[in-house]
């Protein structure tokens, strides 16, 4: 390549770096000729055959000359010099799915879309003798039209590695997301070993972190030999089904692609429907007041939060906050409070606190509201979604989280203008001891811990 000219072999006008690895760096280009946006990932030769990788390399580009597919990154061409080779691809303008994570889980339809595209991707890879062995929201890219794009098949394997016994053998893969069996070293169906990824991937979707996780990777690994773990109240129980059958520790139990397929939760329709106008929030404004009964009782129904059990709890609080594997712990995206008052009267609280900050204001679901500001910030337009849940009749716990825009702009309306707003409504934020409590407050350790054993 020449740096001067940032054109690499008279064909491409090379941009900002994308990301880099330890023996490679992708890069934004654009071709000179057509003006098409590519990227472009440069391998250090030097650096692969020091290390014994130059076959890795060799099967990766035949793996990605062989799976084409509207959900795999594009391979255009491959060029080489006598230092350097260059994979040309399709550039994935959205970015990785891992950095929509970081704000925290998504919405059902959201994820069932992605897990639809995942399934479609990985599934045409099987089909031609081809698995991925690394799957992980780091390796799953999206389009400007927010398609999910598999990507990163170096890790990948193709049917005719497998030994006399018909297995693959190498231990390979990322620990949170690999399956028991590869873990145990006796030998894995390539595609079984994929289909656990993707469970694993669906309930980081729904429920916002990872099923298995411990600072001790040896306990960790007893979790996932086991497949040990819980799933929040939030994850809808028929994908609570799926995740099940899929997260089976034994491969010859687990669920097929094709049963995923077949499954109610995958083929369920969560096309949005058009909200009535009787349940639709406009800038602030409740609506207007409805005396009768039945109508009244049909209003604390919309507004009845989802109700937490021990695990919810526990999984929430900063004691036991997972948060920490997706994003820098110092630019918290969420804060939490607790508060004695009523779901209606905290949701109303909410609601003015908004209108003030001359806030948008959505109803999205029973105990869930969104906040948008309505001016372009560093990182697009600020959105605050505030979610409300039931820890007891009497104790309601509320959790803020930035949907959209910049991070510190977001905790500056948090810390300046929420707060102080909500002040009287407020039990204890997260983290902080109530001026009243006699006793540790819901979010401290040794009350989670006691929340723990409850559960044993």
């Not at 825009?405 to 001891?433: H, R």
Request: proline share 4%; glycine share 6%.
């Amino acid at each position: 390549m020449d740096y001067k000219s940032g054109v690499l072999m008279q064909r491409y006008e090379v941009g900002r770096l994308l990301g880099q690895g330890t023996f490679a760096k992708v890069y934004y280009a654009r071709n000179i000729t057509s003006g098409q946006s590519v990227a472009i990932k440069m391998i250090d030769k030097e650096k692969v055959l020091r290390v014994g990788l130059m076959d890795q390399i060799k099967r990766e580009i035949s793996v990605m000359g062989m799976v084409r597919h509207p959900n795999i990154v594009y391979l255009y061409e491959v060029m080489a010099t006598k230092t350097k080779v260059y994979f040309i691809m399709e550039h994935a303008k959205g970015g990785e799915l891992f950095d929509k994570l970081t704000k925290g889980r998504l919405k059902e339809e959201v994820a069932q879309k992605y897990f639809r595209q995942l399934v479609s991707a990985v599934d045409f890879c099987h089909s031609r003798g081809v698995y991925h062995r690394d799957l992980k929201p780091e390796n799953l890219l999206l389009d400007d039209a927010e398609n999910l794009k598999v990507t990163d098949f170096g890790l990948s394997a193709l049917a005719d590695c497998k030994r006399q016994d018909g297995l693959l053998h190498t231990t390979c893969g990322t620990p949170a997301y690999v399956a028991p069996e590869i873990i145990s070293r006796k030998g894995y169906d390539g595609a079984k070993a994929d289909i656990w990824s993707c469970g694993v991937i669906l309930y980081v979707l729904l429920a916002g972190f990872l099923p298995f996780h411990d600072s001790n990777l040896m306990e960790m690994y007893r979790k996932i030999g086991k497949a040990e773990y819980k799933c929040p109240s939030w994850v809808p129980k028929d994908a609570k089904r799926l995740i099940g059958k899929i997260l089976d520790p034994n491969p010859d139990t687990r669920i097929t692609m094709a049963k995923i397929k077949e499954s109610s939760w995958f083929r369920k329709d969560l096309t949005p429907k058009p909200e009535s106008d009787s349940k639709k929030v406009s800038d602030g404004d409740p609506g207007p007041s409805r005396s009768n009964t039945a109508n009244e009782e049909s209003r604390q129904e919309l507004i009845k939060p989802a109700e937490l059990n021990a695990f919810d709890i526990i999984s929430l609080s900063c004691g036991f906050d997972l948060s920490g594997l997706f994003e820098d712990c110092s630019h918290k995206k969420e804060a939490r409070f607790t508060s004695r008052e009523s779901a209606s009267t905290i949701i109303s609280r909410l609601m003015e606190t908004a209108k003030s900050l001359r806030l948008k204001v959505r109803r999205m679901d029973k105990g869930l509201l969104n906040f948008e500001g309505t001016l372009e910030g560093k990182k697009g337009v600020l959105s605050i979604d505030a979610e409300i849940f039931e820890v007891n009749p009497t104790l309601y716990l509320v959790e803020m989280r930035k949907a959209n825009g910049d991070t510190e702009e977001y905790q500056k309306v948090l810390e300046e203008d929420i707060k102080p707003a909500l002040k009287d409504i407020i039990w204890a934020w997260q983290g902080e001891q109530h001026p009243k409590q006699q006793q540790q407050p819901l979010f401290e350790q040794q009350s989670l811990q006691n929340q723990q054993q409850s559960l044993q």
